[in-house]
């Protein structure tokens, strides 16, 4: 089988047993990077040094040195996540020629699990979408159908897993971002809890939000990177020093008797209706399983968008101020101190960026904050509680990722208000801080990708795991990649 068809845990297996070299397999993907990404756009930049790291690895096997459990898998890196030395750009013109000097806490454990950086992927603009179009280096094509969106913001991170020009990915999702995509490419996409991975080195959007997570074909991919990336980091002073559970071990222990919740209202009002039948479908294989099936409320929900349109805003204006030309951004010529900080962040920033922070400033500004922000927290406490009500029923919750599968390119673009939408399901996760994962269903008749979600208790990823694991043990919709030539779709 060609190795683009085989899943993590395998390439490495067949590397540890040498029936293939790094440096072949870190060959094999960049070709296929080659032949494919110009149509894609999945990629901004492909990593120089790949090849290069690869011989090292190869060479310490040969030498009989003991590598790191990831040894020679290549992976592909979101541009929001530092990698020392290669450019890091958000999506964005403003850090278009800025290169960390330092590797993200997530990159130098992957790194010492020996993995290989193969490249850094696209995203919208500071992970401010959910179609990756607000790229500064264009939009990323969908690789069911070209014609539509990958989702975003990780949305090059989930194509690049569909199409298979790298084996798994990192991506980070402030209110869906790694879910969202993964959902319309077909992949499984995990956000932890968060605190659970260091957010050290992840250029940051919304802090209270934001978290990294996995990107690959199957759970128990997840399941090997989380064992890398997760747990304690002293440089990030939200990271939890909650014990990491062994995420791998418990994949397998049957789901007699582990209670899922469904919220009927989740699945009536605005939802496509193959979406809706192809959800109900996998909560009768979920019942197979073992799992009880019991209606739960979820109540605060439906004022989550809201919420989270005011809050991540907010943090994002004042995230976003140190982007002002004088520091290591980019510069706008101008003739005084002021002109230039106009010049540079009205030339540096893409409209959608631009639009959110003047919503955040305004929300935060004196006599608004207590009408805005203040009451988005507010809401936010109350989802919060509605979750912790329902998790005393259930062990899990389960229902769409996203309203209907991917969109065409440019369907939204010209209202911010539908592109909002598609994260109704999502965001409430990360105002609540608990652990996401998205799944692949039955595709759509026209054979569009969707995703089912699974939320779990705070620090239980790997209940969510195992239960994405089990469902994919009895489906095979995980396995069913695009077909090349990619096409188009009316
Ligand atoms: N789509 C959402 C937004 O635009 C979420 C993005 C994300 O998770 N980074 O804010």
Same mark, same amino acid.
């Given at each position: 089988?060609t190795?683009? !068809?085989?899943?993590?845990?395998?390439?490495?297996? #067949? $590397?540890?047993?040498?029936?293939?070299?790094?440096?072949?397999?870190?060959?094999? @993907?960049?070709?296929?990077? #080659?032949?494919?990404?110009?149509?894609?756009?999945? /990629?901004?930049?492909?990593?120089?040094?790949?090849?290069?790291?690869?011989?090292?690895?190869?060479?310490?096997?040969?030498?009989?040195?003991s590598?790191?459990?990831?040894?020679?898998?290549?992976?592909?890196?979101?541009?929001?996540?530092?990698?020392? *030395?290669?450019?890091?750009?958000?999506?964005?013109?403003?850090?278009?020629?800025?290169?960390?000097?330092?590797?993200?806490?997530?990159?130098?454990? $992957?790194?010492?699990?020996?993995?290989?950086?193969?490249?850094?992927?696209?995203?919208?603009? /500071?992970?401010?979408?959910s179609?990756?179009?607000?790229?500064?280096?264009g939009?990323?094509?969908?690789?069911?159908?070209t014609?539509?969106?990958?989702?975003?913001?990780?949305?090059?991170?989930?194509?690049?897993?569909?199409?298979?020009? !790298?084996?798994?990915?990192?991506?980070?999702?402030?209110?869906?971002?790694?879910?969202?995509?993964?959902?319309?490419?077909?992949?499984? *996409?995990?956000?932890?809890?968060?605190?659970?991975?260091?957010? =050290?080195g992840?250029?940051?959007?919304?802090?209270?939000?934001?978290?990294? +997570?996995?990107?690959?074909?199957?759970?128990?991919?997840?399941?090997?990177?989380?064992?890398?990336?997760?747990?304690?980091?002293?440089?990030?002073?939200?990271?939890?020093?909650e014990?990491?559970?062994? /995420?791998?071990?418990?994949?397998?222990?049957?789901?007699?008797?582990? &209670?899922? +919740?469904?919220? &009927?209202?989740?699945?009536?009002?605005?939802?496509?209706?193959?979406?809706?039948?192809?959800?109900?479908?996998?909560?009768?294989? /979920?019942?197979?399983?073992?799992?009880?099936?019991?209606?739960?409320?979820?109540?605060?929900?439906?004022?989550?968008?809201?919420?989270y =349109?005011?809050?991540?805003?907010?943090?994002?204006s004042?995230? $976003?101020?140190?982007?002002?030309?004088?520091?290591?951004? @980019?510069?706008?010529?101008?003739?005084?101190?002021?002109?230039? =900080?106009?010049?540079?962040? *009205?030339?540096?920033?893409?409209d959608?960026?631009?639009?959110?922070?003047?919503? +955040?400033?305004?929300?935060?500004?004196?006599? =608004?904050?207590? !009408?805005?922000?203040?009451?988005?927290?507010?809401?936010?406490?109350?989802?919060? #509680?509605?979750?912790?009500?329902?998790?005393?029923?259930?062990? $899990?919750?389960?229902?769409?990722?996203?309203?209907?599968?991917? @969109?065409?390119? +440019?369907?939204?673009?010209?209202?911010?208000?539908?592109?909002?939408?598609?994260?109704?399901?999502?965001?409430?996760?990360?105002? !609540?801080?608990?652990?996401?994962?998205?799944?692949?269903?039955?595709?759509?008749?026209?054979?569009?990708?969707?995703?089912?979600?699974?939320?779990? &208790?705070?620090?239980?990823?790997?209940?969510?795991?195992?239960?994405?694991?089990? @469902?994919?043990?009895?489906?095979?919709?995980?396995?069913?990649?695009?077909?090349?030539?990619? &096409?188009? #779709?009316?």
């Amino acid at each position: 089988m060609t190795l683009s !068809a085989l899943n993590a845990d395998v390439i490495v297996d #067949q $590397l540890n047993a040498g029936e293939v070299t790094a440096t072949d397999c870190v060959q094999h @993907f960049l070709d296929r990077i #080659q032949v494919h990404n110009a149509e894609l756009n999945a /990629f901004i930049r492909v990593s120089e040094s790949a090849l290069e790291q690869a011989e090292a690895i190869d060479q310490r096997r040969k030498a009989g040195e003991s590598l790191g459990c990831l040894a020679g898998l290549p992976i592909a890196i979101k541009d929001g996540i530092c990698v020392s *030395g290669q450019p890091t750009t958000a999506g964005s013109k403003m850090l278009e020629n800025f290169s960390p000097p330092y590797d993200a806490t997530i990159v130098e454990r $992957l790194k010492s699990a020996d993995a290989i950086i193969i490249g850094k992927t696209n995203m919208d603009e /500071f992970a401010m979408g959910s179609s990756t179009e607000n790229s500064f280096f264009g939009p990323t094509n969908n690789p069911w159908a070209t014609n539509r969106v990958p989702g975003g913001s990780s949305g090059g991170s989930a194509a690049c897993v569909a199409a298979r020009l !790298a084996p798994v990915a990192i991506g980070s999702d402030t209110g869906g971002s790694i879910r969202q995509p993964a959902s319309f490419c077909g992949i499984t *996409g995990l956000k932890p809890s968060y605190g659970r991975v260091s957010r =050290y080195g992840l250029i940051a959007f919304a802090s209270s939000l934001d978290q990294i +997570g996995p990107m690959t074909r199957t759970a128990k991919e997840s399941a090997l990177l989380m064992s890398v990336i997760a747990g304690f980091d002293p440089r990030d002073s939200t990271s939890s020093k909650e014990q990491v559970s062994d /995420f791998l071990k418990s994949l397998e222990t049957p789901l007699a008797g582990v &209670r899922i +919740g469904v919220c &009927r209202d989740h699945l009536n009002e605005g939802l496509d209706v193959e979406v809706k039948t192809k959800i109900n479908d996998a909560i009768s294989v /979920f019942k197979q399983l073992g799992a009880n099936i019991e209606e739960i409320e979820l109540p605060q929900t439906k004022s989550a968008i809201a919420a989270y =349109y005011i809050i991540a805003p907010c943090e994002a204006s004042s995230n $976003l101020a140190r982007y002002d030309g004088v520091r290591y951004t @980019f510069r706008a010529q101008a003739n005084d101190l002021e002109e230039m =900080y106009r010049n540079t962040r *009205g030339q540096g920033f893409g409209d959608e960026v631009k639009q959110r922070i003047m919503l +955040g400033t305004y929300a935060l500004s004196s006599g =608004y904050y207590e !009408a805005y922000y203040l009451k988005a927290s507010k809401v936010r406490r109350m989802i919060k #509680q509605d979750y912790d009500e329902a998790f005393k029923k259930v062990d $899990l919750i389960l229902g769409p990722t996203t309203p209907t599968p991917a @969109f065409k390119l +440019g369907q939204h673009t010209e209202d911010p208000l539908a592109m909002y939408l598609a994260d109704i399901y999502t965001v409430s996760a990360n105002l !609540a801080g608990i652990p996401a994962i998205s799944v692949p269903v039955e595709p759509s008749s026209t054979g569009l990708p969707i995703g089912l979600q699974l939320q779990g &208790r705070a620090f239980e990823e790997n209940t969510l795991l195992r239960a994405a694991h089990q @469902f994919q043990n009895e489906t095979l919709w995980h396995t069913a990649s695009p077909s090349e030539p990619w &096409r188009t #779709q009316s």
